[in-house]
């Protein structure tokens, strides 16, 4: 089970799967670049990216693209080489997809939040030969950091810096003014490597995964077919588009659905609010703190956004009162739970029906072009219905490997499913419902407990804002559960408190937290994850202190 692409990625590849997705149509066997050009043959003026009060239409895009993927191959790059960018949501990484695609190479998104290391690791790993950055962005000088993380490179990536100057180097609009008129470009393999996505890393190095332009897309197609969204669909994505939220949702359904995206670089509830009004944003899929922060926006302006239908939640731990609270206040829209992964991106597709709300509320979604199992965390036997267990799926979304063969060695079954990682279970047979995570699971005196479903208990307590349970060492049980809490403001939480609100909701004993720190805030990854191996650390770190007084 295996080949390499045009670029020498070792993919993780079975025929008979590629035969199977191209009969079903979800692999559609073209590019962005293909589609883009049939939607501005169709129409040109559509709206196609709006960003800061800018207004790119179909026509915009595609020839800005066309003239950067032939400056790009006149500077040398070939199919299958790599670039990156470290940009944040501007219109010019959605330009800079685009023309990847037509010359055939490579992209590299990197989160704007990660710093030398992590910048020179993913720049080497993923092979790269030129990258894009900000002169400058939210204080940092992004070319001062780019070329530190490449000094000890024998052959560094050059670096083009956009929306701005660098001393000596090429800028973004110098690529565009400099494109030969005449260079033909050669297109794309929709079964190579399209994209390497970077995952957060939080236990060791980061895990380059490696996306054809199929497998990316399928997600597109699938979404599109459960949701019904069409040309006349106004997407609002402040999430980033380096992340695989950010890049679906921006750099390939605008073009797989000939759709409207609106772009936020910098997070500002009232000015989502204002911009999904004044567009008539159809939609929104983004995590946890987006829909928090713009719900109680929404609610202190009495503003219950009319046209919108769907809101998809996920990628960070999602309470259940959130989705109802939400749908509930946007009164015409279908709020869900939703649950993925990087390397297969859409496992469920939540809901497409404000009928199926409490299954939106109270389940992690449908399952949605995935084949899943719930198998046993231990020997990967497969458990009965409403079992949990460890969730393994499958499907024509799921990633082709990781850039580096030792990261394939435990990720799939004998069967070629994907080990996710996380428990769950299946409800009605076709809603997933996450209990946690494989590794967060505390073993105390021999049983296993999972924090997901304490915390979404507690979420429900007066005095808690947000909780975070994890494992910490015991002298008796050999594990424990630590519960770190931000309070409610002007609220002091108990462990006490704690106690009784667990025990009056049913829960049982030995699952209820035996120590508690408050906290302000919590570590959190860039689309917002709690970084729970640092809690865990920082739980033994006190544990530790305390049996040496």
């Known amino acids: 089970m295996g080949r390499r692409d045009v670029g020498g990625w070792p993919l993780w590849w079975d025929e008979r799967w590629a035969e199977a997705a191209r009969a079903s149509g979800v692999w559609l066997d073209r590019t962005v670049a293909d589609i883009s050009a049939e939607r501005v043959a169709e129409s040109p003026h559509r709206p196609l990216i709006i960003e800061q009060g800018q207004i790119l239409t179909r026509a915009d895009v595609h020839a800005r693209a066309s003239r950067l993927a032939r400056a790009l191959t006149a500077r040398g790059l070939v199919p299958g080489d790599t670039i990156s960018f470290q940009l944040p949501n501007w219109h010019e990484a959605v330009v800079i997809g685009l023309a990847a695609a037509m010359a055939g190479l490579v992209l590299n998104p990197i ?3 990660y710093r030398d290391h992590e910048l020179s690791f993913m720049l080497a790993d993923s092979r790269s030969k030129l990258i894009f950055v900000p002169a400058a962005y ?3 000088d992004h070319v001062a950091m780019v070329r530190r993380a490449i000094a000890s490179f024998a052959n560094p990536p050059e670096i083009i810096v956009t929306r701005g100057t660098g001393d000596g180097l090429a800028s973004y609009d110098q690529l565009l003014a400099e494109a030969p008129d005449d260079r033909d470009l050669p297109g794309s393999d929709p079964d190579a490597v399209k994209i390497i996505l970077y995952t957060s890393g939080t236990t060791g190095r980061a895990k380059g995964v490696l ?3 199929n497998s990316l897309q399928a997600e597109n197609v699938v979404r599109m077919r459960h949701l019904g969204i069409g040309e006349d669909d106004v997407l609002f994505n402040p999430s980033p588009v380096t992340h695989v939220t950010g890049a679906l949702y921006a750099l390939c359904l605008p073009f797989t659905a000939g759709i409207t995206t609106i772009l936020m670089d910098a997070w500002d509830p009232e000015e989502a609010l204002a911009l999904m009004r004044r567009h008539r944003a159809t939609g929104m899929i983004a995590s946890t703190i987006f829909l928090t922060e713009l719900l109680a926006a929404a609610r202190a302006q009495d503003e219950h956004l009319p046209h919108l239908r769907f809101y998809l939640c996920g990628g960070a731990q999602v309470p259940p009162q959130l989705i109802h609270d939400a749908a509930a206040h ?3 829209c279908a709020v869900s739970r939703i649950y993925g992964a990087t390397e297969i991106p859409n496992v469920t597709g939540g809901i497409n029906s404000r009928t199926q709300g409490i299954f939106g509320a109270e389940t992690d979604g449908e399952v949605l072009g995935s084949e899943v ?6 020997d990967g036997g497969l458990l009965s219905p409403g079992e949990t267990g460890e969730i393994v799926a499958r499907g ?9 063969r030792e990261d394939n060695d435990d990720a799939f079954d004998e069967e070629g499913f994907f080990r ?3 428990l769950g279970r299946l409800v009605d047979d076709r809603y997933i419902l996450i209990t946690g995570r494989k590794k967060d699971l505390i073993i105390r005196a021999g049983e296993n407990i999972s924090p997901k479903e304490v915390e979404d208990l507690l979420a429900g307590h007066p005095d808690i804002a947000d909780i975070a349970i994890v494992a910490m060492p015991h002298p008796r049980t050999g594990e424990a559960a630590c519960a770190f809490v931000i309070p409610q403001t002007g609220r002091v939480p108990s462990l006490p408190s704690i106690h009784d609100f667990l025990v009056e909701a049913g829960c049982a004993k030995q699952k209820i937290p035996e120590r508690l720190e408050l906290v302000s805030a919590f570590p959190r990854t860039s689309i917002g994850k709690i970084r729970k191996d640092l809690l865990r650390d920082r739980a033994r770190e006190l544990v530790e202190a305390e049996h040496l007084r």
Do not use: A, S
Request: aromatic share 10%; glycine share 14%.
């Open 396 to 404: 024509p979304q799921m990633f082709v490997g990781y850039t580096r």
């Open 211 to 213: 996306h054809t332009h």
């Open 111 to 113: 989160t704007p939040i």
């Open 138 to 140: 939210r204080g940092r």
């Open 420 to 422: 996710l990682g996380d």
């Open 330 to 332: 946007f009164d015409r």
């Open 373 to 378: 199992r719930i198998v046993d965390p231990g």
